[in-house]
């Protein structure tokens, strides 16, 4: 099986209104609420993909209590969440239905004890016995070591379990040292962590600072794979307008679905490229368009990059 | 004791962020949650006041849920609310630390059935028995007749129990013609009701279509009443600085227990008028500040309006 960590998972809610305008009042027109957070996505679409699935991570509180419920109702994925004492938090995206833009509210993240991150640490553990490869996936909430991601890779690595990282900032930095096998940030986060943005060179020194194979996504431009076989780069054969939200949670699904099966690169990141694009088409955020995905994936161009292949 | 009803109770949410901009992303900094809905702020003020009160209406769902748990911690209020199988709405209040302006989000109500309503009006009768006054506040749910208050104001009237009615639009319209004690539009409300944009003659009209006694709230310019026994305005000594959400509930908190024991109108207003005040000088919204309201009540200027006493 899969398997997905969030460790600041998120209850996503959606209103609709007809106009948003700062300072004046509102009549919310729909309300919609799905449970969020970069590893519960991917679980989703790797289920919806028919692979077996299983979503680990910290919730705890009344948003928590609906994510779970939610999750449960989920076709597929797993709910092996740890329990914690803080609230989950909930992101509020604000649709202006007027022009289609989205105004994005964030709560932090609940506070997590150290008893908490121990309890979870010996359930991954547990699930790291069965899992065929794992993907560690977004932020940290407070109270956790920024190592947190370090530490779980070297369980993982210890295990035997490939696994993949999708973070950005310092938990990055300090989990690209422990060699995960793939990371994937954007192009703004490896120049974040590397100090250029060029991002061939950017992947480079991220595969020397001991990331196994760095896929950065490039946005419409495709994505581009460093790994030890060779650098490529793939691109969609159009462009696919519509919501880019969890996007890049699909291509996560894709690469580790790859990771676990050794399949060749190029066909990883055609499925990657193929599987992004087809969220984006997808009306719902975090969802993928299906006849998109099908049609697209035979037409992704990927070419080699010998200049970059290797360092 | 107080009886309050709050057909379409709220979870009030509060976020700060540094500064709110439409159509980007934002960390929420702080966030608060409290009960919300009219009957339950007049319900807060009257406990604060010393009186025993009780809240009924209708919650449900995850966030009735978290407003019924916040409401049993609050001091003095006793939770009388009748379950629904919908999901009580939430209010998102989005406070922009730059300027202080807050943007509102108002979710839709849930939908009551028919079940619902007879089960609460069961639990309305029981509880009239034991009440020395009832205030009826706020909007409609969906699903709900919009005669519904007209009905609640009909059993209060059977029970011998004065009432209070504060809503706006066709159910005050209904309400006022079932005969309450006192209605407490604001201006607006009033205008809307009558059309008549001229308070003291739109009050008088409030009183012919049914009410007993009607007080306007004006803003900064204090409250009008018009009852059988004379009409009065009174104002506040001084110009009030602060957050107004919660000042017409803090009112009408006042002017319940003036009904309740019958103290001469002068007196109620000017209890609603100082309350007002002190609710809009408190640092959180729908609280009072008591400082403010000993300072202020026997200050509070009242005047008979003899052009409109009687009609």
């Not at 779970?68 to 649709?95: N, S």
Request: glycine share 10%.
């Amino acid at each position: 099986m899969y398997l997905t960590v969030t460790l600041n998972t998120a209850l996503d809610i959606t209103y609709q209104v007809p106009r948003l305008r700062a300072h004046e009042s509102h009549r919310v027109t729909d309300v919609a609420e799905r449970p969020g957070g970069k590893g519960l996505n991917v679980a989703r679409v790797l289920a919806a993909l028919g692979h077996e699935t299983v979503v680990t991570g910290l919730a705890g509180g009344p948003a928590g209590a609906v994510l779970r419920t939610l999750l449960g109702e989920a076709a597929g994925v797993r709910d092996a969440l740890v329990p914690i004492a803080g609230t989950t938090r909930r992101t509020v995206a604000v649709v202006d239905d007027s022009t289609g833009d989205t105004t994005q509210l964030n709560e932090p993240g609940p506070l997590v004890s150290a008893t908490e991150w121990d309890a979870f640490c010996v359930r991954y553990e547990e699930l790291l016995a069965d899992a065929d490869a794992v993907a560690l996936c977004g932020s940290l909430p407070p109270g956790l070591p920024v190592g947190a991601y370090a530490d779980l890779i070297r369980r993982a690595r210890s295990a035997r379990v490939p696994v993949l990282l999708d973070t950005s900032g310092e938990p990055l930095r300090r989990g690209i040292a422990a060699r995960p096998d793939v990371v994937k940030p954007n192009a703004a986060e490896l120049a974040q962590l590397t100090g250029t943005t060029e991002p061939a060179r950017a992947a480079r020194d991220a595969r020397r600072r001991g990331a196994g194979a760095v896929v950065a996504s490039l946005g419409a431009e495709g994505m581009l794979a460093v790994t030890g076989e060779g650098a490529w780069q793939a691109v969609p054969p159009e462009y696919v307008a519509g919501n880019p939200t969890g996007a890049g949670d699909s291509a996560v699904a894709a690469l580790l679905a790859g990771l676990a099966s050794g399949e060749p690169w190029p066909e990883r990141l055609a499925r990657a490229v193929a599987l992004s694009a087809a969220t984006v088409a997808a009306p719902a955020a975090g969802e993928f368009d299906r006849t998109t995905y099908d049609s697209m994936l035979g037409r992704v161009a990927v070419a080699p990059r010998p200049a970059v292949a290797l360092t």
